[in-house]
Each structure stands twice: as C-alpha cells, then as structure tokens.
C-alpha cells in the first residue's frame, strides 16, 4: 500500500485524523526523552567534550540545549540527533532559562542551579508554570539553596541563588525521578555525599549515566547516594523512547488488524512497564531486552487493577492505557494516581474526558477512574488540554477505532516530544490527517 502524502503538521493548532483502518508497519520513536534531557545537562556539567547521538528532537529537549548555552557551553548540532556540548558550565545563566513545557526539564536545571553559586531564573509556559516545583525547591532548600518562586516556590518561575551547598539524606513523600535527579544532580557540587531514598523504585536514568559519566554513585535498594565531584565528557547513544512506543502498541491493539514492530527501544529498568500491563490485560506483545524490539499484535483485551504500585512505571502511559482500557472487555479500576493531577495537564482530569468525547463511559475519582469497557468508539473532539499525550491518545484512537473524524484540539502540543508523529500515524496505519477546523 501507498502511503498517502503528509503536509507538515507538526505546528498546527488543531488536527483532525480520518480513519479507522488497519495499523501495520515497523519505525522508530524519537530519542528517549527523558535521557535526552539528562545528557545535555550532564554534558553541559562535564569537563571535555561529550558528544550524544540519537538525541530527542522535540521542543522540550531544544528547550534544554538553549538552556545550557545559557551557561557558557558550546553547543554544536550536527543535526539528525548528534549534538557536541563543550563543558564543563563556566558561569551563572547570562539570561533567563525558558524551559517551554518541560515538567523535567524545569526540575533536573534547578538542580544543576543549586549548585552553580550565582542567580539563576527559571520559567516555562503557561501550562508549565502551573505545575508544582516545590518537590524540588523543599529538599534543595535543605541543601542550602535560597529558592523563591510564586506561592513560596510552589510555582514557577522560580529564582534559584546557589552554591555552598551540603549533602543532605532525602526521602521524597511522591515516588519521583525528577526529584531523585534534582537531588542528585546538586549533589555533585554539595559538601559530602547526597541520599535518596524513595518510597518505590523509579527509573534509573540519572544514576546510570552518571556513572557513564565518572560519578561515584551507589546503588543499595531503593537507597541511591552520589558522593561530590567532578563529571567527565563522554559519548551518549540515546536509543528509543518507549513512552513513545506504548501509542503504537495501543494503535495496533486497537485496530481490527494490528501488527506493529518499534526497534531500538531503551531496554531499562522502569520504562517498559506499560509491557507488562498490557500483558496482563491479554495482549500478544513482546519486547526483546536485548535489542529494544516490540512487537505487538491486535488481540481481545479484558480489564485489570492499576494501584500505587504499578503506577511509578507507567505514569507517562496512562491515557494511552486507558483508551486500551476502553475496548477491553470488564471494568479496569486506576488508583493511587493523584500525581497526575499535576502533569502537563490535569491528566486524570483530561483523560477521563478524551474518554467520554469517544463515547466511553468513565468515572473520574480523586487519585484515579474507573473505566467501563467494551465499548465502540465514535469519531470525537477532543481539547488535549496542551497535553502531547493526550493528543496522541486521540489520535491513535481516531486512527484505528473510531470509523469517522476525529478533530484534536491544540495538536500543536505534540511539537514538545515527537514532532514527525501524525506522519507516522498515516504511515502505519493509512489515515487520512490534516489541519482540523
């Protein structure tokens, strides 16, 4: 088959995608998003030159590049993913760091401020800015940072005087990488060793590379300490991102012929979780640990339980498997998922209403919602609340489940993670989509 022709679509407002057909094929996501951001940072603090392929092209990861100029880094792209950064950070910001809708990115620099001594001003967009930063502003407070912000810091943009900081033992309340990483990552410039300890294991993203990048760092448990020092520039290879995957695993769920194959995915700890839920929910699906490969095929779903357990594995993947969800046979219960209720958007919130404009009978609770499936999607407008999962959501499921059109409101949001994805959806699944009216 043909695939039909796609205009650039990565910019416009609203999308609207005509399907619903099959969703076959193989590609590549974007580089992981969440080891993009923290290979520059970590490359921009190295001393020598750290070269990194493979790096996200979204805008929240370009938010991050301009950040570390900010600082006195050379950047250099190359384009199609390779980036040179020339460390180590040589004085204070000369500018204020915008960091665009990037909840991780906003939190992993603050953590790198603390310890530069200087002023540093840190904001984002209006969806960003409403997000909560005193997770972060609470423990680096501790370490001897003087943070402001809106609300007492609870809001950016935040002001960050850092320097002379101390090592400091932390246990967050909320299992929380970002947190993990802010902490961390000031502790490389803290007098004596820094500790996190979390209530339930996250990814490990920050601990790995930073000893890729000549950290001491240890790892006992769900005990995680890095002693003071200095990082050395290496060579970073991101692979795939399988937050990304998780919508073309979905897409082939929910299609009536469905068969779809993601290579180079990252094979980690704490990533492919949204795997084994599907597994559990009757998916035929597998994923090869050792070269990043999913392979995933339509099959018949039925319901499962989410609580606070599984939730620290999948918390970028909850709309997606909520629209799995939907389809499946019996009613899927998720609990102890309050945090995201302060994502990119109220995600609980948003999803919960993607849902109905499909037709699917929900019920929104205070940490989470109960899902009533088996139903028969119909084509929907959905106001991804500039949310890039939720709009993704939207579209897969208007590409493969929903016979009609289906309008995504500000589609524009996508930019933030994966700029070329309505040109895969038409790609895999032969959609028809264009600019929404």
Not at 98 to 107: E, K, L, M, S
Not at 184 to 191: C, E, F, I, Q
Not at 325 to 336: F, H, Q
Request: charge should be negative; proline fraction near 5%; glycine fraction near 12%.
């Amino acid at each position: 088959m043909t695939s039909p022709a796609v205009p650039d679509l990565d910019a416009v407002s609203s999308l609207q995608v005509t399907g619903a057909g099959p969703a076959r094929g193989s590609l590549q996501v974007p580089g992981d998003k969440s080891i993009s951001h923290r290979a520059v940072l970590m490359g921009a603090m190295a001393h020598g030159p750290t070269v990194i392929t493979g790096l996200s092209r979204g805008q929240d990861v370009t938010h991050t590049l301009r950040a570390v100029e900010r600082f006195g880094v050379s950047v250099t792209d190359a384009g199609e993913g390779r980036v040179r950064l020339e460390g180590p950070i040589r004085h204070e910001p000369d500018d204020v760091l915008d960091h665009g809708n990037a909840g991780t990115g906003i939190r992993l620099t603050a953590g790198v401020c603390a310890g530069i001594s200087g002023v540093s001003v840190l904001t984002g967009d209006q969806y960003l800015r409403r997000r909560p930063m005193d997770r972060i502003a609470e423990p680096l407070r501790s370490m001897g940072a003087t943070i402001d912000g809106r609300e007492n810091g609870r809001l950016a943009p935040l002001v960050i005087r850092g320097g002379s900081l101390t090592g400091i033992t932390y246990a967050p309340k909320v299992a929380s990488a970002q947190v993990k990483s802010a902490l961390l990552l000031a502790g490389l410039s803290a007098k004596g060793r820094t500790t996190v300890e979390e209530v339930h294991p996250t990814r490990a993203h920050t601990e790995e590379m930073l000893i890729q990048f000549g950290a001491r760092v240890s790892v006992d448990g769900q005990r995680v300490t890095v002693e003071p020092g200095e990082l050395t520039g290496t060579d970073i290879a991101v692979p795939g991102d399988p937050s990304q995957a998780a919508f073309w695993a979905v897409a082939a769920l929910l299609a009536d012929q469905g068969e779809v194959t993601v290579e180079t995915l990252y094979p980690g700890f704490g990533r492919s979780d949204f795997v084994g839920v599907l597994k559990r929910m009757g998916a035929d699906i597998d994923f090869d640990l050792t070269t990043g490969t999913l392979v995933v095929r339509a099959s018949q779903l039925h319901a499962v339980e989410l609580t606070a357990e599984d939730i620290p594995g999948i918390v970028d993947e909850v709309p997606v498997l909520a629209m799995a969800a939907a389809v499946a046979e019996g009613t899927t219960v998720i609990s102890g998922a309050g945090d995201l209720r302060a994502k990119e958007s109220d995600r609980i919130s948003s999803t919960a209403a993607m849902l109905r404009a499909f037709g699917v009978r929900v019920t929104e609770t205070e940490d989470g919602m109960v899902v009533e499936g088996a139903a028969r999607l119909r084509p929907a407008r959905v106001d991804s609340h500039g949310d890039h999962r939720i709009a993704m959501t939207a579209a897969v499921a208007g590409a493969c489940a929903a016979d009609g059109t289906t309008v995504i409101d500000g589609w524009d949001s996508v930019a933030t993670s994966y700029p070329a994805f309505a040109a895969d959806l038409v790609r895999l699944t032969g959609a028809v989509a264009e600019p929404g009216a």
